[in-house]
C-alpha cells in the first residue's frame, strides 16, 4: 500500500463550479496534511495545510481531514481557469513528508 | 524575505558526468530537504539536513547525495549520471525539521541526461 494516495483520474469542471479531490494515507500516526498547486513547469505552492480533524476554510478552498478513515479532501469552491493545475496531498510522518502523485484538475471556462 | 534559492535552474549533462546542485533556504529557515520529480513517479523523497544533520533518506542509491552548511545552505550531489536521473530536482526549506512544520519549495533545477 502506498503511504499517500490520490487514486482519481483528470477532474474536469465547468467554471464556478466545485472542484473536490481526495486523498488517503497509510500511516495512522500521521499528524500533518498539506495541499500544494503546481503548475506545469512550476514547483508545487502550499495552499492550505491541516491538522486537525474538521473541516478547514480558506478563501475558496476547504481542506477536510479525517484520521479515523485515514483520509484528507480539498474542495475548491466557484473553480476558476487559474486552478487548472495538479493538488498534490502530502502528509507528513516518519520524520519526513510523503507526497501523492497528484490530481490535474483542469477548469472549462 | 527571499524565498527558496535553487541553482542552477537547468542543466545537461552526459552520462557518466556527475552533477551539483544548491540550494539557498528561506532565511531563518534550518531544513533543507530535497525531493526529485519525474511524470512517472511523482515527488519522491531525497533526504533532509537539518543543523548540518542528515536526518532521514528516502530509497534512492548511494550516487546520490548530500550535504549542509553552517549556513544552512545544502547541496547535492548525484554521481555517475543515469539517462533515468533526468527529472525536477527540488528544494524545500522549513524552519525546523519537515514533521510538523511546513515546507516550502524552490523552483526547481531541471536535469537532462543525454
Known amino acids: 500500500q502506498k503511504e499517500v494516495e490520490q487514486n482519481s483520474g483528470p477532474l474536469s469542471v465547468p467554471e464556478g463550479a466545485i472542484a473536490s479531490l481526495n486523498c488517503t494515507y497509510s500511516d495512522r500516526g500521521s499528524q500533518s496534511f498539506f495541499w500544494y498547486r503546481q503548475y506545469s513547469g512550476k514547483s508545487p505552492e502550499l495552499i492550505m495545510f491541516?491538522?486537525?480533524?474538521g473541516d478547514k476554510e480558506d478563501g475558496r478552498f476547504t481542506a477536510q481531514l479525517n484520521k479515523a478513515s485515514q483520509y484528507v479532501s480539498l474542495l475548491i469552491r466557484d473553480s476558476q481557469p487559474s486552478d487548472s493545475a495538479t493538488y498534490l496531498c502530502a502528509v507528513s510522518g516518519n520524520n519526513r513528508l510523503a507526497f501523492g502523485k497528484g490530481n490535474q484538475v483542469v477548469v472549462i471556462p | 524575505k527571499a524565498g527558496v534559492t535553487q541553482t542552477p535552474r537547468y542543466l545537461i549533462k552526459t552520462r557518466g558526468q556527475q552533477v551539483t546542485l544548491s540550494c539557498s533556504p528561506i532565511?531563518?529557515?534550518?531544513?533543507v530537504s530535497w525531493y526529485q520529480q519525474t511524470p512517472g513517479q511523482g515527488l519522491q523523497f531525497l533526504f533532509e539536513y537539518f543543523s548540518e544533520t542528515q536526518r532521514n533518506k528516502g530509497n534512492f542509491p548511494g550516487r546520490f547525495s548530500g550535504r549542509q552548511f553552517s549556513n544552512s545552505r545544502s547541496e547535492m550531489n548525484v554521481s555517475t549520471l543515469e539517462l533515468g536521473d533526468s527529472a525536477l530536482y527540488l528544494c524545500a526549506s522549513s524552519p525546523g525539521p519537515t514533521s510538523g512544520n511546513t515546507i516550502y519549495f524552490g523552483e526547481g533545477s531541471w536535469l537532462t541526461v543525454v
Open positions: 532565511s531563518g529557515h534550518r531544513s
Open positions: 491541516i491538522y486537525s480533524n
